[in-house]
């Protein structure tokens, strides 16, 4: 029991640790990263609303738009649930998505 309780602070910081390193863009990524974000942020507010992500998913897609896609997306996105991607969010899941397609 004196053993778990040494290691176990142990293993909460090396998985803080891993999940730090996967969420460090590099420069070539963060370039991507902030072009995809103020291309999605319509009205420059430093956020994305799911109005804007229906409105560029519109514009891009045409005929082929589907609502309920545009809405998963955006949740996906939305980690924290309060209705709007910040850049902070956006990063975090566009670094691990380009880091899952290496």
């Given amino acids: 029991m004196k053993l778990l309780k040494l290691i176990a602070p142990l293993v909460l910081v090396l998985s803080v640790s891993t999940i730090n390193a996967q969420v460090e863009a590099t420069e070539e990524q963060s370039k991507i990263i902030e072009k995809r974000f103020k291309h999605l942020d319509g009205n420059g507010d430093g956020t994305v609303s799911l109005e804007e992500i229906i409105a560029k998913d519109k ?33 975090t899941k566009m670094v691990a998505f380009l880091n899952k397609k290496k």
């Fill in 59 to 91: 514009k891009q897609l045409g005929e082929k738009f589907e609502e309920k896609k545009s809405k998963y997306k955006f949740n996906k996105f939305d980690a924290n649930k309060d209705g709007s991607v910040s850049k902070e969010e956006f990063s």
